[in-house]
């Protein structure tokens, strides 16, 4: 086994350094950031004076947009800003200049929003970048703990090779041992003139393992001559070390045994790390597939709201397009819907590589359950016309401990599910109740419910059902988070089908103990029935808004 171990090793850190020569690009400092800027923001501003020069028309803020995205991948948050705060500097004075006082409203309006939209898509791109590399720095790291695992078993040969082996010899006659003094250090004895007997010899063996030694010493004495087996022992004070022993029969001139010889080894420390080893790699393994997966995932979900945003950004920059403020709203609430959709998928992605990397902490504070839910389901309900969502809350709920951040993102995300999975005019209810030591939320519908083949995979990372993953898009993210989330706030979560019907999503925030100084301190929460919050008209531009599809 140990033989094979380095190559084992080596292949791997060999296949895993591919990848990262594939990956790695140049990154360049600070200061060749804001230079990189500054040159790209010149650039676009000369390239779009020729244009505009060749074609007798103005071509708007496309180029200066792309010189932003272009510099926010090569130089980072500074290169990108730098970009786009020279372009809208050279802007103004190249192009703006001598316009009729009705033209300068519109082209600083436009000049506005550009900075505002480019800044936010620097801030976007770069976070990419920044992400990106990190999963760089991180496949590195892990190409490092393989490399270190193959010299820490090259290091295991030598020892094996020097290392104490001790050396025994069992007389059958008598049913004497006898014992070297390695021998005796390894079952955790001092040594002595005279080893145990045979008889307890083997009832310091494992009790495991007692039948498959007495059966290759049997085999030895009767066929093969030999006998080599890993197995365990225990020691006088309880512990359990595993031995590698190997045996030779001798034999007298009418062919019958009379004595066996042979070592044994502690193979304890070596078998850790083995272990160590093939855990490193797994993790490597893993960390590979889940990179790829991420990869594939980020590209998808953030291609559709830069998309639209880019989009509608075009449509607005156009030049020449005279609309009223009513239309331009319209287009502006689907840039800032967009962008919204953007800022929670970022919220469960930080979650998950916190996740990823063992990090993600939670400081508890006290929470008053009933108001933070109220709030966040009427914000959310807002955000939700497809749906009409209800709230149940008991009354006097007790005070829990959780982060308010984590929670709000929990329900939004149960929320944003339910009206994804759910046809249109459905209704999703909101409820929580007291345990006594935990406050229970649920979120249910009278959709179709979930797939009961898909309820105990639900909350994994990546998983879709694949029958509604067909009609809905989605990133596989949002589930997993809230699961995580909420572990680690000391919560349970849980996914279930109502006999009535639809789905139950829900979960447990512990209450927190009552301080005796506030004992006998009024509540201002009175009993409330159940409030419907109807659905909200926004509008929309179907050009660039996603539909959604009831779950099949």
């Excluded at 359990?240 to 001139?253: K, P």
């Excluded at 502690?266 to 790829?292: K, N, P, S, V, W």
């Amino acid at each position: 086994m140990t033989e094979q171990a380095p190559g084992v090793a080596a292949g791997t850190s060999g296949r895993t350094r591919g990848p990262i020569a594939r990956a790695l690009d140049v990154r360049v400092g600070p200061v060749q950031a804001v230079l990189i800027g500054l040159f790209l923001g010149w650039l676009a501003i000369a390239t779009k004076a020729a244009i505009n020069e060749a074609i007798s028309s103005d071509t708007g803020y496309v180029l200066l947009m792309a010189a932003a995205v272009l510099a926010a991948w090569l130089g980072g948050f500074a290169g990108g800003l730098t970009t786009v705060a020279s372009a809208v500097v050279l802007n103004a004075v190249v192009f703006l200049g001598g316009e009729p006082p009705a033209q300068a409203g519109v082209d600083q309006f436009q000049q506005v929003l550009y900075l505002v939209t480019a800044t936010f898509t620097v801030l976007l791109v770069a976070s990419r970048r920044a992400a990106r590399d990190g999963l760089v720095d991180a496949l590195a790291e892990v190409s490092a703990l393989a490399e270190a695992v193959e010299a820490r078993d090259a290091r295991l040969e030598m020892m094996l090779a020097a290392s104490g082996t001790g050396f025994w010899e069992w007389d059958m006659e008598t049913g004497e041992l006898s014992w070297s003094e390695a021998i005796f250090r390894q079952h955790g004895m001092e040594p002595g003139p005279k080893a145990p007997d045979y008889a307890a010899y083997i009832d310091s063996i494992h009790p495991d393992d007692r039948a498959n030694f007495e059966s290759a010493v049997a085999a030895a004495l009767e066929e093969t001559g030999s006998f080599e087996l890993d197995y365990r022992i225990v020691r006088p004070d309880g512990s359990v070390r595993w031995t590698h022993g190997a045996g030779r029969v001798l034999r007298d001139e009418r062919g019958q045994p009379i004595r066996m010889i042979g070592t044994g080894q502690d193979i304890t420390d070596r078998l850790r790390l083995i272990e160590d080893r093939d855990r490193l790699l797994a993790e490597e393994r893993r960390a590979g597939e889940f990179r790829e997966a991420f990869v594939d995932v980020i590209s998808h979900e953030l291609r559709t709201p830069i998309t639209t945003i880019l989009g509608l950004t075009q449509i607005l920059a156009r030049p020449g397009r005279a609309d009223d403020d009513a239309s331009r709203m319209v287009l502006l609430e689907d840039v800032r819907s967009e962008s919204e959709r953007l800022h929670r998928l970022v919220e469960d992605l930080l979650v998950l590589s916190r996740v990823e990397r063992g990090r993600l902490e939670v400081e508890p504070e006290p929470l008053e359950p009933r108001r933070m839910l109220e709030r966040i389901v009427a914000d959310e309900a807002r955000e939700l016309p497809s749906i009409a969502v209800e709230t149940d809350f008991e009354r006097d709920l007790p005070i829990v401990a959780g982060e308010s951040t984590y929670v709000e993102q929990i329900v939004r995300n149960l929320l944003n599910n339910a009206a994804k999975y759910t046809p249109p005019g459905s209704h999703v209810v909101v409820s929580a109740r007291n345990l006594g030591t935990a406050v229970e939320v649920r979120v249910t519908d009278d959709g179709p419910g979930i797939p009961p083949t898909s309820l105990e995979r639900i909350f994994e990372l990546f998983y879709r059902d694949p029958e509604s993953s067909r009609a809905v898009a989605g990133s596989g993210i949002g589930l997993f988070v809230c699961a995580s989330l909420v572990e680690a706030m000391g919560g349970r979560i849980w996914a279930r089908r109502p006999p009535e019907g639809g789905s139950e999503v829900g979960f447990t925030l512990s209450v927190l103990e009552p301080d005796p100084a506030d004992a006998g301190v009024p509540r201002d929460d009175d009993a409330r029935p159940p409030v419907t919050l109807p659905p909200v008209t926004q509008p929309s531009t179907p050009a660039f808004r996603e539909g959604r599809t009831p779950a099949g």
